[in-house]
């Protein structure tokens, strides 16, 4: 007797999905609530889990398909796996070698074998990237659920290969690669699409302008290193710069709450609380969870709120509700090396704070030309809400808080 796996409830408003990879192949056991297959919506991956223990049945749906909220995926036959064995044993045993393709672990096992051409078991972006990269994926360590590769993992392996790899080619073997430019077609995922739609949308809508300012990240850098090792002896969470700039953030839009607000209409709307949405990256993509009254929290809560959603984001087990709301945006690209940029508001919301990575610059102090740890720090707002001297006010009130920590301890 089979089972039917439809598509679940995905959230408010949300009525379909695009089917993102399939976790379970016809014939592998099942576990109760095992993850089956993952679901690309607007905003995050879900796992549809197994409603009953048994063996894969048919996928009704192929990876890529747009499926409807309580449309059936697959079926779940009942049995242990065992009857369904002798299904795949007519494959080549050289090509079912690699029982553990599902994770990628056993993939590219055996050079010479033509595995590197079945890169079925990997989802796309994984396997976009392992052709980027030219990596191999059975040398890399999936840090996905149940040990699946992610792209992360990939981008990771790549940029610790040893230099001299290349080398290991002979020069007259190049020859033939330069008459074979190869091209891949990759349909954009629901996620990839939202972001671009949205980020359209808001570049259309807002009047939208930045402004710049510099911060010294000597007391920062100091209080972390001096704390660091006591507070993640306490907290159990390593303390980071985030926390700094999220709880000095939530200081200055109680100060400029025009920053904080959102037009709805002909209406300002103006909240009491601050909701901060961390950019974060995913294997889809950026994501933005957002922190709950970030206003009411600790610096080490901030730290394990955004620390968890972090892990989250790259096994895909973050939540529609976490993804909804936020009143402002913090992205962080200093840690992929940027130095400026004009990052774009995330709507409703009405402003986002860029940090850019930090480097020593000499600066003036006191007369004195001195070697600091500065960063750039960028504001982009809606001018229809946000003049520029309450843009500016809200950074230099975020500079003073950041190089005097101190105003953080006794709110000022």
Known sequence: ?????????????????????????????????????????????VEVPSPVAGVMGQHAVAVGDTVQVGAMLATIDAGDGAAAAPAKAPEPAATATPA????????????????????????????????EHGVDPGTVKGTGRDGRITK???????????????????????????????????RMTRLRQTIAKRLKEAQNTAAMLTTFNDVDMTAVIEARAKYKDLFEKKHGVRLGFMGFFVKAATMALRDIP???????????????????????SSPGGLVVPVIRDADQMSVATIEKTIGDFGKRAKT?????????????????????????????????????????????????????IVI??????????????????????????????????????IDL
Do not use: C
Request: aromatic content about 4%; cysteine-free.
């Open 316 to 368: 895909g087990a973050l939540k529609m509700d976490e993804m909804k709301g936020g009143t402002f945006t913090i992205s962080n690209g200093g840690v992929f090396g940027s130095l400026m940029s004009t990052p774009i508001i995330n709507p409703p919301q009405s402003a986002v704070l860029g940090l850019h990575r930090i480097e020593e610059r000499p600066v003036v102090v006191d007369g004195q």
């Open 100 to 131: 553990k393709d599902e994770s990628g672990a056993g993939y590219g096992d055996q050079p010479g074998a033509g595995t590197s051409d079945s890169p079925a078991a990997l989802s796309p972006s994984v396997r976009r990237a392992v052709l």
């Open 152 to 186: 992360e993992d990939v981008t990771a392996a790549a940029s610790s290969k040893p230099a001299a790899a290349p080398a290991a080619a002979p020069a007259p073997a190049a020859a033939p690669a330069a008459s074979g430019r190869g091209e891949e077609r990759v």
């Open 1 to 45: 007797m089979a089972t039917e796996v439809t598509v679940p409830v995905l959230g408010e408003s949300i009525t379909e999905a695009t089917l993102g990879e399939w976790l379970k192949q016809p014939g592998d056991p099942v576990a109760v609530d095992e993850p089956i297959a993952s679901l690309e919506t607007d905003k995050v991956s």
């Open 372 to 409: 600091r740890p500065m960063m750039y720090l960028a504001l982009s707002y809606d001018h229809r809400l946000i003049d520029g001297r309450e843009a500016v006010t809200f950074l230099v009130a975020l500079k003073n808080a950041i190089e005097d920590p101190t105003r953080i301890l």
């Open 258 to 280: 025009s920053v904080n607000a959102s037009i709805d209409g002909d209406d300002i709307v103006y909240h009491d609380y601050a909701d901060i949405s961390v950019a974060v």
